[in-house]
């Protein structure tokens, strides 16, 4: 190891020698690299087909759709195209909403715009007084915006623009980041530097990375952001940030933006001067109402806010012998006059409940089905536990019909390696959304309860936790950007391929090279089986170590709360592992639809990806492959590691067609994920090993470190705890 | 205020709506930006000059040498100038050191040779077989690297090429960058975002920006790094981190820059698992010596210990009942058998100790001269209290004829104003370099104790607490840079004048028009004298708010030590302002050579800069400008406050020199600038207005807040606290 180490430290010296001119902007411009198109054949096709970009609306979004055009298409085109205000030569690229729009083309358009929503746009190629044009229109001018990044994203990827014929509009309301930034800039979870937000230079010093930012989000769709750590500050609400707050909504406005906080629910006691913060006491709600009047004065499109109460020691209208019902009621009163929303979260489990922890959300939450007023969403993650490489997806999905809920994702890897692993999560996400929830028969999708069609909610959304650091690339792994940018095609539309996401992201990112995106792509789409592999296969889940969450610790047992434990999520003994809750267990399975339930319950129909979520099972027990148990987790350790190896094998066939800088920092973290694959086996192998009292099996590289060695291991100054 | 902030924002908005392909590259690439010269007859002539590099050296720095010509050259000069290894053509750029230089070139440069130390360079235009040729070498791999930046240096700031003849060396060892930066990376006084060193991702990761780095400090000529905050954890030792300070160490190891580290001086015990970190004890003393050979079988060009001991709560040999000569001996054993050095700080002063703050330092240490090791160097703050707007020169400079001494000066504006305040340090540097200490009688400036030459020491240094960080533009400030730049030119020659400096860096980092170097330059050079004017006028010091050091606090009295009262520095009363020093005060005139002390002591020789530094005095008392105290120091808060307005007024002129995004973020910047002199001035002279009972003078605008207002005002989360 040692020697390869110093090896592999000199070899990278010399690629540096490279300069630096190109570095930070390679990484730092995500899937916007607008390189020039160095195909003769598609340049000229696109360049017969682009004379020109006719700009009709003025409004402060306009103008960023027609710089925005203007600026991509002269770099992938490599030519000057103009931006007018009038129509004159063919093949322009027209751009203005619906109402700008001359009143023949509004006629041409008036069926597609029936098919769109306000977010919505068209793009379409039209003759106009018998001029062939390019039409990018939509309700709004975001809605052109919108289509104006989906135009690009045309040409990104080397699609035909001769006869385009496109309606396309977001599926769901609410696309948003939530963003665990603590107002020292700290991120919890956060593994890309730290907080965009600069809040001591705020408001008067509006750093480019926030327009950047918008510009990145706007170009995938998403408008919301949640500025605040969901474990909250009541600072944010005092007038001396929420004039910063202003600042930062006033730059993300036009690119269609809105800003959401976090609210402490004992804010009315810490910054309020108030005895208490009982939703049902009136001084506490006039509180929150003045509250809500102070911020939309100063934001008038202020979004709302999110919410996690009575959820591992933050204050919640519980602390009042009040029910989560009181707490959202009373603050979506608070926003409801100015159009702004709750977003609740349904993360709860409590140290007080006996019950298993995947049951407890549920159980809290179902009842109140019907109970939350209108513009009060009800967030829940996509599994019952907690962002694990896999989850089952969450019962409550389907299971308050009268409720809106919000799926909430984590883009950063808090369970899935930080930003050092390549872990493809649009993968995990797609396998949530496409999950059959059974809920209203066959074909209840989770993707349909998300997006309002299975209990016709109007209130809809998607909710990522967000990737985004100040690191140059802004995520921490250049392949983590994919993450960022496959959450936002998600948000827009649930049903998108996670395999068509990757490969438009790869030649928007990196190159249109076939010899690249297939390899590449399926490196991707593999990835997220890998680390499920190496960390917790079968069905294992929360075996993280202690608090950072970084690296394995099966063996941790000594934490107050029995279920922050590993081995309350493991139960591995004598008899076998994994944690029994079907019918005969702690019945988790009941709270699915009876199909669901059956499947799940019965251990040989429980997709054995799920097996040790719902099942204690036999050290002996046969796996469809013939393998014991035992010896199938083991070999499924070992194909993790081997998976990554292979990833390792795939980025250095591509070389030719990556940067330099970018190459370089891929295969550096690649070498790094090999290393922690390898330690999460050997560590998790040799202490489940102490419970089977078996051998590895043949296939399975023997540990080269004791037990005793990894659970040493010690990480005071991991990110992001 | 409040229209004209949301007028501001409006206007940034659109400014913004430029595409970021330029934003990283210019904010990111500092002084060396290698913009192609526009200037026609400049460029043909440069062209005329330059045809080839000829690079005759295969060392790793050889190679940086020549690529970094290669870059540069053909960006500048935009054309395809290669790297051969043998000569050919005419008018090539040669490199390479002493030893590679063919037999008859080296006999022309023979006697330029002998002018340079070990780090030295030349370059000459020479002529070799006939053909003209311009020669860069030294003694070394590392002085022809520095010979490079100087060559390219020269083309950057448009001078003339044709007859070269520049021997060039450094006059101190040790060149050095001090980062306060923890574990976590946060940055104790860091206002440019957080750590560039990511240890979680070290030692595997190499951020591109560890090169960077070390090509910016490399080119400016700084050859060390502490890598570690002087207020340390012994963590840092551990085998675990040393792995990835070794990493670090291979990366600037080319750029010819050593890593240092912070010792804590109680590691024995935290790491060692000792009782004691006695420097008697023997077990300590072994333990400090294995753990350099351990440190030394990793980095063989570990640079050594940077220690701030018995200091501010740090541990030291005085908890043991020793003294600094026995704490820095024993660590200067351990690092000497591997050419180690320890640099030992002087920053003390005690809770303990009744006497004057500004006086301990000097008393405690001064005795102690000739008792440290030779490999013990003391590192000295530029002032006696603490990095204040100004400072007199530290007493200890000249003092200690039998101890080698390094400058320490903060880069880093923990009292300046953070990284939002415009203030050229070079020229506060050259203030306390260029000042006499008398020591050896007229002209025995700092400089000659700092270069060693006043009092014949070998060992030799600068430190600067470095001011950079993670954000895109890796100061915070646009401008910042220009002080790690100019601290970096000094550590080279102390000598140098800041105006020359300042004109180099605003060349190489913006432009060569004179339109817009003579107005900027102006700007530069008075910018210290405002920030003093708006803060701390007439020697007055140490008036910021506490902790965090944002803003003015002059009110300030309950800290638990006296001396980090604020009110222990300015003792305002109702006879007057200041703190007496002199020989009827604490008598701190007397730690100054006779002539020095004489010329502090007398109120009318003591410079009005100095005044109540070291007076304490009436209200009435007559400045040289004929005006009363308190109207005098009133005047001087305005004067700051409009020489801000002047820093506005200058930048808006000249727009059209400076790229958008930088002309955007230093406007920015200076209107919070504008804003906070105006704090500064209020918040002190309502508050001293209540000790002097006077009206405010004529041309003094009157304060818009209440003296309440401004004790009101908090900072939870400022940076760097």
Same mark, same amino acid.
Not at 113 to 125: A, M, P, Q, R, V
Not at 356 to 379: C, H, L, M, S
Not at 665 to 693: H, P, T
């Given at each position: 190891?040692?020697?390869?180490?110093?090896?592999?430290?000199?070899?990278?010296?010399?690629?540096?020698?490279?300069?630096?001119?190109?570095?930070?902007?390679?990484?730092?411009?995500?899937?916007?690299?607008?390189?020039?198109?160095?195909?003769? $054949?598609?340049? *000229? +096709?696109?360049? #017969?087909?682009?004379?020109? /970009?006719?700009?009709? @609306?003025?409004?402060?979004? &306009?103008? =960023?759709?027609?710089?925005?055009?203007?600026?991509?298409?002269?770099?992938?085109?490599?030519?000057?195209? $103009?931006?007018? *205000? +009038?129509?004159? #030569?063919?093949?322009?690229? /027209?751009?203005?909403? @619906?109402?700008?729009?001359? &009143?023949? =083309?509004?006629?041409?358009?008036?069926?597609?715009?029936?098919?769109?929503?306000?977010?919505?746009?068209?793009?379409?190629?039209?003759?106009?007084?018998?001029?062939?044009?390019?039409?990018?229109?939509?309700?709004?001018?975001?809605?052109?915006?919108?289509?104006?990044?989906?135009?690009?994203?045309?040409?990104?990827?080397?699609?035909?623009?001769?006869?385009?014929?496109?309606?396309?509009?977001?599926?769901?309301?609410?696309?948003?980041?939530?963003?665990?930034?603590?107002?020292?800039?700290?991120?919890?979870?956060?593994?890309?530097?730290?907080?965009?937000?600069?809040?001591?230079?705020?408001?008067?010093?509006?750093?480019?990375?926030?327009?950047?930012?918008?510009?990145?989000?706007?170009?995938?769709?998403?408008?919301?952001?949640?500025?605040?750590?969901?474990?909250?500050?009541?600072?944010?609400?005092?007038?001396?940030?929420?004039?910063?707050?202003?600042?930062?909504?006033?730059?993300?406005?036009?690119?269609?933006?809105?800003?959401?906080?976090?609210?402490?629910?004992?804010?009315?006691?810490?910054?309020?001067?108030?005895?208490?913060?009982?939703?049902?006491?009136?001084?506490?709600?006039?509180?929150?109402?003045?509250?809500?009047?102070?911020?939309?004065?100063?934001?008038?499109?202020?979004?709302?806010?999110?919410?996690?109460?009575?959820?591992?020691?933050?204050?919640?209208?519980?602390?009042?012998?009040?029910?989560?019902?009181?707490?959202?009621?009373?603050?979506?009163?608070?926003?409801?006059?100015?159009?702004?929303?709750?977003?609740?979260?349904?993360?709860?489990?409590?140290?007080?409940?006996?019950?298993?922890?995947?049951?407890?959300?549920?159980?809290?939450?179902?009842?109140?089905?019907?109970?939350?007023?209108?513009?009060?969403?009800?967030?829940?993650?996509?599994?019952?536990?907690?962002?694990?490489?896999?989850?089952?997806?969450?019962?409550?999905?389907?299971?308050?019909?009268?409720?809106?809920?919000?799926?909430?994702?984590?883009?950063?890897?808090?369970?899935?390696?930080?930003?050092?692993?390549?872990?493809?999560?649009?993968?995990?996400?797609?396998?949530?959304?496409?999950?059959?929830?059974?809920?209203?028969?066959?074909?209840?999708?989770?993707?349909?309860?998300?997006?309002?069609?299975?209990?016709?909610?109007?209130?809809?959304?998607?909710?990522?936790?967000?990737?985004?650091?100040?690191?140059?690339?802004?995520?921490?792994?250049?392949?983590?950007?994919?993450?960022?940018?496959?959450?936002?095609?998600?948000?827009?539309?649930?049903?998108?391929?996670?395999?068509?996401?990757?490969?438009?992201?790869?030649?928007?990112?990196?190159?249109?090279?076939?010899?690249?995106?297939?390899?590449?792509?399926?490196?991707?789409?593999?990835?997220?089986?890998?680390?499920?592999?190496?960390?917790?296969?079968?069905?294992?889940?929360?075996?993280?170590?202690?608090?950072?969450?970084?690296?394995?610790?099966?063996?941790?047992?000594?934490?107050?709360?029995?279920?922050?434990?590993?081995?309350?999520?493991?139960?591995?003994?004598?008899?076998?592992?994994?944690?029994?809750?079907?019918?005969?267990?702690?019945?988790?399975?009941?709270?699915?639809?009876?199909?669901?339930?059956?499947?799940?319950?019965?251990?040989?129909?429980?997709?054995?990806?799920?097996?040790?979520?719902?099942?204690?099972?036999?050290?002996?027990?046969?796996?469809?492959?013939?393998?014991?148990?035992?010896?199938?987790?083991?070999?499924?350790?070992?194909?993790?590691?081997?998976?990554?190896?292979?990833?390792?094998?795939?980025?250095?066939?591509?070389?030719?067609?990556?940067?330099?800088?970018?190459?370089?920092?891929?295969?550096?973290?690649?070498?790094?994920?090999?290393?922690?694959?390898?330690?999460?086996?050997?560590?998790?192998?040799?202490?489940?090993?102490?419970?089977?009292?078996?051998?590895?099996?043949?296939?399975?590289?023997?540990?080269?470190?004791?037990?005793?060695?990894?659970?040493?291991?010690?990480?005071?100054?991991?990110?992001?705890?």
């Amino acid at each position: 190891m040692e020697s390869k180490k110093r090896f592999f430290l000199k070899v990278t010296a010399v690629f540096f020698l490279v300069s630096w001119s190109s570095i930070a902007q390679k990484d730092y411009k995500l899937w916007m690299q607008y390189d020039k198109i160095s195909n003769a $054949e598609i340049l *000229s +096709k696109y360049k #017969a087909s682009v004379n020109g /970009i006719v700009s009709l @609306e003025n409004s402060a979004t &306009a103008k =960023i759709s027609s710089n925005e055009l203007e600026m991509a298409l002269n770099a992938m085109l490599d030519s000057k195209i $103009e931006v007018k *205000s +009038k129509i004159e #030569a063919e093949n322009s690229i /027209i751009i203005g909403s @619906e109402s700008v729009l001359d &009143a023949e =083309i509004r006629t041409q358009l008036q069926k597609d715009l029936t098919l769109i929503n306000e977010e919505g746009f068209i793009i379409k190629s039209i003759l106009f007084k018998n001029k062939k044009q390019i039409v990018i229109t939509g309700k709004k001018d975001i809605g052109v915006l919108y289509g104006v990044y989906s135009f690009l994203r045309l040409v990104q990827t080397h699609q035909p623009i001769e006869n385009l014929n496109i309606a396309d509009a977001p599926k769901t309301n609410i696309r948003i980041l939530n963003h665990w930034d603590n107002l020292d800039r700290t991120v919890e979870r956060g593994y890309a530097g730290f907080s965009l937000w600069n809040w001591q230079k705020l408001p008067d010093f509006i750093d480019h990375r926030y327009v950047d930012y918008a510009r990145a989000n706007a170009s995938i769709g998403i408008n919301g952001t949640v500025l605040t750590n969901v474990n909250a500050n009541a600072l944010i609400l005092t007038p001396q940030y929420l004039e910063k707050v202003e600042a930062l909504a006033n730059v993300f406005r036009p690119y269609g933006i809105k800003v959401y906080l976090t609210a402490r629910f004992s804010a009315p006691i810490e910054i309020g001067g108030l005895k208490t913060a009982d939703p049902k006491d009136v001084s506490v709600m006039n509180w929150w109402k003045e509250k809500a009047k102070e911020i939309y004065k100063r934001i008038p499109d202020f979004g709302g806010f999110l919410v996690k109460a009575n959820s591992e020691g933050q204050p919640g209208p519980q602390n009042y012998g009040r029910d989560h019902v009181d707490g959202a009621n009373m603050l979506a009163d608070a926003v409801a006059p100015f159009g702004g929303i709750v977003m609740w979260r349904a993360f709860v489990y409590s140290e007080h409940d006996a019950n298993d922890r995947a049951k407890q959300a549920y159980a809290e939450f179902v009842p109140y089905d019907g109970k939350f007023r209108e513009n009060v969403i009800v967030q829940v993650k996509n599994g019952a536990i907690d962002f694990q490489p896999r989850e089952p997806f969450h019962p409550m999905f389907g299971a308050m019909p009268k409720t809106p809920l919000m799926m909430e994702f984590q883009i950063t890897q808090e369970y899935l390696g930080f930003s050092t692993h390549l872990v493809y999560l649009p993968k995990l996400f797609q396998e949530v959304l496409e999950s059959d929830t059974y809920q209203k028969g066959k074909n209840s999708l989770v993707a349909k309860v998300v997006d309002g069609t299975l209990d016709n909610h109007k209130l809809t959304g998607i909710a990522g936790v967000s990737n985004i650091g100040n690191d140059l690339n802004w995520t921490g792994h250049p392949f983590a950007q994919a993450n960022w940018y496959g959450f936002g095609r998600l948000a827009w539309n649930p049903y998108l391929d996670s395999g068509v996401i990757a490969e438009e992201w790869m030649r928007a990112t990196f190159s249109n090279d076939e010899k690249f995106i297939n390899p590449v792509k399926e490196m991707m789409l593999k990835s997220r089986e890998a680390v499920v592999n190496y960390m917790t296969p079968l069905g294992l889940h929360h075996i993280m170590d202690t608090g950072h969450h970084y690296g394995p610790g099966p063996w941790v047992s000594n934490l107050s709360r029995p279920e922050w434990n590993p081995v309350y999520y493991h139960k591995a003994d004598k008899n076998g592992i994994g944690f029994d809750r079907s019918k005969k267990g702690t019945d988790a399975v009941g709270q699915y639809a009876p199909t669901v339930a059956n499947i799940f319950d019965n251990l040989k129909t429980c997709p054995e990806k799920d097996l040790l979520w719902f099942h204690h099972v036999p050290w002996n027990y046969k796996l469809q492959n013939g393998q014991t148990l035992w010896n199938g987790l083991a070999l499924k350790y070992q194909e993790g590691v081997d998976q990554v190896k292979e990833m390792q094998t795939t980025w250095k066939n591509v070389k030719q067609y990556v940067d330099p800088e970018r190459f370089d920092e891929v295969e550096m973290l690649l070498n790094i994920q090999y290393k922690e694959a390898k330690w999460w086996r050997d560590a998790c192998l040799l202490y489940f090993q102490q419970f089977s009292g078996k051998e590895l099996p043949d296939g399975v590289e023997k540990p080269t470190q004791s037990l005793d060695y990894f659970k040493s291991l010690q990480f005071p100054f991991a990110p992001g705890n």
